[in-house]
């Protein structure tokens, strides 16, 4: 029987179940419904891939589920963001890394593994503007939730949003970075090797990627 997910994100759903029962037995509501909200978004990824015919390798959905259960529950019930001062600095860099290594692997099913559609910086630069953007709407929503609803996620103001948006453009430059290496036949770190298992669990939308052994472009 194959398994419904890679350990990792077993044990990280294991966790969760744990403090949701705990916190009803002992009528910790918050850290509830905060448990129970991060256990609900770590079985989203797969379906969302599954919705639009994609399949995750087991390396991209246990990143997904690590930067959910750190972002919600290790920040918010934990505190982490309180108690570790590099705590939001490591997510943006993670995220804004993950999100443009994401966006040029969708760019380049756009050319259905086109290699020769669009030289590999073009779509590298793509794929950064892609990351920065989402990055900058982020920015944008906490801003607007401390207006509209006395909240505190901007921390020190103008500080903490320049501090965010340049560590993003940091991790969306390196995530960019990942995916050029990776049409010029080489691999940035485990980066790389994600990208390589995208690729060939999803090869029905990248019918034109030009392989060496069956596996990754040459």
Known sequence: MRPRGPLLVLVIQGVLIVEIVTGLATGQWMPVFVAAVTLALTFAPARFARF?????????????VIFL????FLGEVADFYERFWWWDVVLH???????????FLMIFMLFEGDRYAAPPWALAMLSAAVALAIGALWEIFEYGMDQVFGMNMQKSGLDDTMTDLMIDTLGAALGALSGYLFLKGRQFGGVGRAMAEFVALNKRWYRKVRSKAGDGPR
């Open 52 to 64: 639009f015919g994609l399949e995750l390798p087991g390396s991209i959905l246990s990143v997904i």
């Open 93 to 103: 860099f993670l995220s804004a890394l993950s999100i443009a290594a994401m966006a």
């Open 69 to 72: 259960f750190a972002t919600l």
